[in-house]
């Protein structure tokens, strides 16, 4: 439905957005995800017309939209500022876009009605901002611009003036709109949970360049890179010595000697341009040797960070290096699970399917 062919945004010598390629599909939850100064709201703002790109072009269903103004590209924005207008209500302000395309007044009212209704509304349209809350608020937001029946939503961080409860209820609330609704949304984030829990499919952004695009698990398992790794989610890193590939897997010898084993396929490369990765929530604590088929390193746990439901300990190896170990605090069978303490020895295990290997 939206293609981006060789799209880069120049300010100065600074290149924003360098020679970017991506394709959005009709109807799709898609992301764009990465820190502050990644090129990702510069990228959005062209899509929108808001900025004219200095090289490539943006095609919508096919349609070439770079003289297109902005205000005629059928496609929407909802930014991180509400941006309501104070002295009209719920209904006027959903209204406001169609009253300034003299858009006829029954056909007003029952869009206006519909989507009070799609945005959970109903029995708010007399309310003025000022009585919402802010969930409220940021509803009326995405029902102005989806009243208009956009062909393409945009969506710049706009939850991240709420707080941490009400932006998960947000979250979930934001993606059954969208299949509610089945218009594309293009979401704009540098929250890694925003973008696993809502997206289709997910971009990873670093310098104007896209990194990595996949669905939301391959991201998080597969991930291709080491900056990738680090930004969506946790992940411990071990350097490697050497590194021995057979159909049985790969050995890995650590630089003080120990080995560990990975049973998965990896491309040939130099160990020193390499390093293996593993998330905190796949490896265990236990005062046990690991088992048979699993890897394990002795080590000293240093300090606990308690979460409530989980604790993250942070263990010292035995090779010096240090990782964070997820720890489930509560079982579902309402056992209570092993108990560990700072300063305590044990082993950090994990089974030879978990980890990849990583590009350094």
């Not at 695009?213 to 790794?229: E, N, T, W």
């Not at 309402?334 to 020895?345: A, K, L, R, T």
């Amino acid at each position: 439905m939206l293609e981006l062919r060789g799209l880069t945004k120049l300010y100065g010598d600074f290149s924003a957005v360098k020679d970017l390629n991506l394709t959005i599909q009709e109807n799709e939850f898609f992301c764009l995800l990465g820190p502050s100064g990644c090129g990702k709201t510069t990228t959005l703002r062209m899509i929108a017309g808001f900025e004219k790109p200095d090289e490539g072009n943006i095609f919508l269903n096919g349609s070439d939209l770079k003289d297109v103004p902005a205000h005629k590209r059928n496609i929407n924005t909802v930014f991180q500022s509400y941006a309501l207008f104070p002295h009209l209500n719920v209904f006027e302000n959903i209204a406001f876009g169609l009253r300034m395309s003299h858009v006829p007044e029954k056909e007003i009212q029952d869009r206006v009605e519909n989507m009070l209704k799609t945005v959970a509304l109903d029995g708010f349209a007399q309310r003025l901002p000022g009585k919402l809350s802010g969930g409220q608020q940021q509803r009326v937001t995405l029902a102005r611009a989806l009243v208009n029946e956009p062909k393409i939503l945009l969506l710049d961080e706009p939850l991240a003036a709420l707080d941490e409860k009400l932006r998960l209820q947000m979250q979930v609330e934001l993606a059954n709109l969208q299949r509610k609704v089945g218009i594309t949304f293009i979401f704009i984030t540098h929250n890694q949970e925003e973008a696993l829990t809502m997206a289709d499919r997910i971009a990873v952004m670093e310098n104007g360049n896209i990194i990595q695009i996949g669905l939301p698990d391959d991201i998080y398992l597969k991930p291709k890179s080491r900056f990738v790794a680090s930004f969506i989610g946790q992940m411990n890193f071990m350097k490697l010595d050497t590194l021995e590939t057979s159909d049985e897997g790969v050995q890995i010898t650590l630089p003080d000697g120990h080995v560990i084993r990975l049973d998965q396929s990896v491309p040939l490369a130099n160990p020193d341009e390499l390093r293996f990765g593993i998330r905190p929530e796949q490896l265990r604590m236990s005062r046990t040797a690991p088992l048979p088929s699993e890897n394990g390193l002795k080590g000293h746990i240093l300090n606990e960070v308690y979460y409530g439901d989980s604790s993250i300990f942070v263990v010292q190896l035995e090779n010096e290096s240090t990782v964070s170990v997820m720890h489930q605090n509560y079982l579902p069978s309402g056992n209570n699970p092993e108990s560990f303490i700072e300063g305590e020895d044990i082993f950090v295990c994990w089974s030879t399917r978990a980890g990849c290997l990583l590009p350094e």
